[in-house]
């Protein structure tokens, strides 16, 4: 039973453009919700995060959108690097952050 | 270096051997997460611990593996026993208190492999 998904497992994009990476959630107790990045044989960094009180969190060239009525939140990458290239890996966690459950996650390839 | 600190990076065990996984948090953060991935898979929850407390378990497989978070020290997970499938990424994380609008940071993973 998959709480969070994403259900691109991979999505290609020219550079310059935007990247909108998309993930859906089951369950209504989550409140807080956060993207992270992920290169090959390292760990995830954080990249922005953002709580049910909001619709929208803004960090430079990433945007976060949460529609909480449809469960869906997306990420957006304005103007796509090659060197965003990575799994981007969405997190939910509910009230205080206990455990948070990840998505498995989607490949972007961001190309010249 | 003030990130999440883990070690080995890489272990290879033998079938039937244990496996140890440090991890040290962030200065100043007293919660750790412990997360697996499996090849191909994303990042599955398997323990949630702050010092000298088990918080949430409900990961952790039901044998073999264990987690601890003492007082002085890092925090370990063991595996006793291991098996093929146990081969994966195991990453740790850490945040500074268990609150509403809390990140978690991740260390750098420990890759084992189990022969």
């Known amino acids: 039973d998959q709480q969070v998904k994403q259900n691109s497992p991979s999505l290609s994009v020219q550079e310059g453009r935007i990247s909108i990476l998309n993930c859906d959630y089951t369950n209504s107790m989550f409140d807080y919700f956060l993207w992270y990045k992920k290169y090959p044989a390292e760990g995830p960094t954080f990249l922005i995060s953002i709580s049910s009180i909001k619709d929208k969190n803004e960090d430079g060239r990433f945007t976060v959108f949460l529609n909480k009525s449809a469960k869906h939140l997306s990420l957006h990458i304005v103007p796509s690097q090659p060197g965003d290239s990575a799994v981007y890996f969405c997190a939910a966690g509910d009230n205080y952050g206990q455990n948070f459950v990840f998505g498995p996650g989607t490949r972007l390839s961001v190309l010249p | 270096n003030a990130g999440v600190m883990q070690n080995p990076r890489h272990l290879v065990r033998r079938r039937g051997q244990e496996a140890r996984l440090r991890c040290s948090p962030m200065k100043g953060h007293s919660h750790v997460y412990w997360y697996r991935q499996l090849p191909e898979e994303g990042l599955k929850f398997m323990v949630y611990?702050?010092?000298?407390?088990?918080?949430?378990e409900s990961g952790m497989p039901k044998e073999r593996f264990s987690a601890e978070f003492p007082k002085e020290g890092p925090s370990i997970l063991r595996i006793q026993q291991v098996v093929r499938g146990d081969s994966a990424a195991y990453f740790c994380?850490?945040?500074?208190?268990?609150?509403?609008?809390?990140?978690?940071?991740f260390g750098e993973g420990s890759w084992l492999t189990v022969v």
């Open positions: 611990l702050q010092k000298e407390n088990i918080i949430d």
């Open positions: 994380a850490s945040s500074p208190q268990n609150g509403f609008g809390n990140t978690i940071y």
